[in-house]
């Protein structure tokens, strides 16, 4: 921690000065503003303003803590808003702002209204991506497990959660509450939520999204989150009616559910039709915005009808996730995101009232909260499990992994308190919760998805109508060349190519019903697609290639190599003198790495030789020369590195150097290098650059060939007696 906050102060140390002088100086010109109405406003809207910078930085403070122990970033966020928030720093009185930047607020709420009404949009927000990232298609493909264990799992976290309500309602509210009240029903179904974001993100980490248990995990956290929200909904027209009969609960709960299903059905029905006319407008970014727009139109009426706003955005996701713009709006709004939720999190943190959660009974009741939340979806997710082919450890993975709360879970406990059905004990019971088996579960399932052992009692069979493509590539440099062309290709195609992974290069590629994975090596690229898709990536892939061998002759014809190369030996100034640019670099030379009686006589045992004094020099480790010869051969083979005048500039990117070194060689006979001039190679300037960490070396090979290009430098190199002249002459000038 201590480093991290040294890196902290150091990195933002004179931003907050800034920023506090910033404050300071623009709460003297505000106040200046005229008074009355609109001087009101603007003083809220100015107040807003710094309340967001505030918020951002300490959100980004606190995830970036939180990731630094492998925690998620959610929490540090969390607790970001608690520290800043109004029972905390945030109500300690600043010039300006006499009752804090973040003050209490009159009416029982903690928050500003313009502050919650950005977090509720972000909240929209949050599970509109929620829904958009639903795979449907998994979804149903693994429907009957992941429904048995997330309705199992629903159905015993909210009855341990409404229990605990009851048997805990005479400690923090000296009143008896019945099973149907609304705080323990808020407290069930806070339960039920299993955080689909942190689960995923675990399991993307350890290579799990598409195992037996990662499917089943993701399959019923999605059931759990639907079956969350509706009844969700049922609570919230429960407690808006006022009625708590299991009549009024059914009418309540069968309207709920019939306006729930009726617009996903809508929303899967008319889905590939709304993305057929979002396609018209032909700008990626208007699309995504337009999507919002309809996500945040369907919010407004399930809140008009009584239900929350969350169904509708998480609805609209859901129904964009099976066309192939689902990807394309996620990216695109991937800042929003960046901006918003964060927001979300840090506000929720705010809301926690750390003088009541410091009693005693508050934090009892809280830790009861977490042990029956823990055993509701173990037993409840575990258990089904063992029954669908999943052994002990399967199963217990299951479990574990519906586990961690997160976003749905702080949304539905912030609209309990915003309307009142739950006082701010409740929420901090909710938030203690929340934030423990996030915090303890995350790495105990991280832990468990280590082991590669079997998780199933019997292997499913293979699926016969996927197939797998892989086309393997002679080196990098054509992996590279034609994942570019195919992405092309397939975009020309009217597909929309999105990168799911920027470290794996995993990209998703979808037109229509058409879903196809691309995968992304140095050696190899790889196709996952249905059957029926399969001719199509061969012929797509046959054409990228024609494509590539027609530029390449096309070079041929319109690259003269012989020309090109003695170009670079072009004396640019008449007296013979180079003049380098720019600072002198520090030499990258070694005594050792020199050598005035090269032995070789052809050109691999040169490559060799010289190789053989850096390995000498200790700048590169003897284990490491066949790598770099063969790569050195490599080169050669593209283009022969023989200049002219006896002079050979061999050079290759290799992984066996982490820095730019090189060698040099003298062969008094000299050696066949197949120079432009068919003459024999005397100098030999090896360099060889790093691969994984690139730098520049065109500049350094052009100083040489502006020092060898002279004549009279090239005698005095001949010229040389022993090592050390050699070294000496040629450390003034590489």
Same mark, same amino acid.
């Given at each position: ?47 807003? #303003? ?18 630094? +122990?492998?925690?998620? *970033? ?67 493909? +693994?429907? @009957? ?44 179904? /806070? ?22 248990? !990662? ?29 708590? !009969? ?5 009418? /309540? ?13 809508? !929303? ?9 006319? $979002?396609?018209? /407008? ?51 709004? &991937? ?8 927001? +979300? ?17 508050? #934090? ?11 055993? !509701? ?29 997160? &976003? ?16 701010? %004990?409740? +929420? *901090? ?10 915090? @303890? ?61 920027? $470290? ?10 058409? %879903? /196809? ?26 054409? #990228? ?49 020199? &050598? ?23 700048? @590169? ?39 730019? #070194? ?22 030999? @300037? ?49």
């Amino acid at each position: 921690m201590e480093l991290i906050l040294k890196y902290l102060q150091m990195r933002w140390g004179r931003i907050a000065v800034i920023a506090g002088v910033a404050v300071l100086v623009a709460g003297n010109v505000f106040a200046s503003v005229g008074e009355g109405a609109e001087g009101a406003l603007v003083e809220r809207i100015t107040t807003l #303003v710094f309340q967001l910078s505030l918020i951002i930085f300490a959100a980004w403070v606190g995830g970036l803590c939180f990731e630094k +122990f492998g925690f998620p *970033s959610v929490l540090g966020e969390i607790i970001a808003g608690v520290i800043i928030g109004p029972y905390c720093l945030g109500g300690f009185s600043l010039p300006e702002f006499a009752h804090g930047i973040f003050p209490l607020q009159g009416g029982g709420f903690p928050v500003s209204v313009e502050l919650y009404s950005l977090a509720t949009i972000a909240s929209i927000i949050l599970l509109f991506l929620t829904g958009l990232e639903t795979d449907l298609e998994t979804f149903l493909q +693994f429907s @009957v497990a992941g429904s048995v264990v997330g309705i199992s799992g629903v159905v015993v976290s909210f009855v341990a959660g409404d229990i605990l309500g009851v048997l805990m309602s005479d400690i923090i509210f000296n009143e008896h509450y019945g099973f149907f009240h609304t705080v323990p029903l808020f407290l069930g179904v /806070i339960s039920t939520a299993t955080s689909v974001g942190i689960t995923a993100r675990i399991l993307s980490e350890k290579r799990k999204m598409h195992s037996p248990e !990662g499917v089943t995990i993701l399959s019923a956290a999605v059931i759990d989150d639907v079956l969350g929200i509706i009844i969700l909904a049922v609570i919230l027209g429960v407690a808006k009616s006022g009625d708590v !009969g299991f009549k009024e609960v059914s009418f /309540i709960a069968l309207k709920a559910i019939g306006i729930w299903l009726g617009f996903t059905f809508l !929303g899967l029905k008319f889905a590939c039709r709304i993305t057929a006319n $979002l396609k018209k /407008i032909n700008n990626k970014g208007t699309i995504a915005v337009l999507s919002l727009a309809l996500a945040l139109l369907l919010a407004g009426i399930f809140e008009k009808a009584g239900l929350a706003m969350i169904i509708g955005a998480y609805i609209m996701g859901l129904s964009l996730s099976k066309t192939d713009l689902s990807f394309i709006i996620q990216e695109k709004l &991937e800042i929003l995101r960046k901006f918003l939720v964060p927001v +979300f999190f840090c506000v929720m943190g705010m809301l926690i009232n750390l003088e009541k959660m410091a009693s005693w009974n508050i #934090v009892m009741v809280g830790l009861l909260y977490v042990v029956f939340a823990v055993l !509701g979806k173990l037993v409840g997710c575990s258990i089904p499990a063992m029954f669908l082919n999943f052994n002990l450890r399967g199963a217990l993975r299951v479990g574990v992994g519906m586990v961690p709360r997160g &976003e749905v879970a702080l949304i539905m406990a912030g609209i309990g308190l915003s309307l009142g059905i739950i006082n701010d %004990v409740v +929420f *901090s019971v909710a938030m203690i919760m929340t934030f423990i088996t996030t915090l @303890v579960m995350s790495p105990v399932l991280d832990k468990m998805l280590e082991s590669e052992k079997p998780v199933l009692r019997k292997e499913p069979p293979v699926k016969k109508w996927l197939r797998t493509i892989k086309y393997d590539m002679p080196n990098p440099e054509t992996a590279e060349l034609l994942l570019a062309k195919v992405i092309d290709a397939f975009e020309e195609e009217g597909f929309f190519v999105h990168r799911m992974n920027l $470290l794996q290069r995993f990209y998703n590629i979808r037109k229509d019903q058409s %879903v /196809i994975t691309l995968r992304h090596t140095s050696q190899c690229l790889t196709f996952d697609c249905l059957a029926q898709d399969a001719a199509f990536i061969h012929t797509l892939f046959y054409e #990228v290639i024609a494509e590539v061998e027609y530029f390449m002759k096309r070079l041929q014809s319109i690259a003269d190599k012989s020309n090109i190369g003695k170009r670079i030996f072009t004396v640019e100034d008449e007296s013979g003198i180079a003049h380098p640019q720019g600072e002198k670099r520090e030499t990258v030379l070694s005594p050792l790495a020199v &050598e005035i009686a090269v032995k070789g006589q052809t050109k691999e045992a040169v490559l060799v030789e010289l190789v053989d004094l850096l390995v000498q020099s200790g700048q @590169v480790k003897a284990a490491k020369i066949d790598d770099i010869v063969h790569d050195l051969k490599d080169r050669e083979a593209m283009m022969s590195t023989g200049m002219q005048d006896g002079i050979a500039l061999p050079h290759a990117k290799t992984k066996a150097v982490i820095d730019l #070194v090189i060698a040099v060689g003298i062969s008094q006979q000299g050696v066949d290098f197949n120079s432009f001039d068919k003459k024999p190679s005397r100098i030999f @300037v090896l360099t060889l650059i790093p691969k994984v960490n690139p730098q520049p070396y065109l500049q350094t090979m052009a100083e040489i060939s502006k020092f060898l290009v002279v004549e009279k430098n090239r005698h005095k190199i001949l010229s040389c007696e022993t090592k050390a002249d050699l070294f000496s002459l040629l450390s003034q000038h590489l």
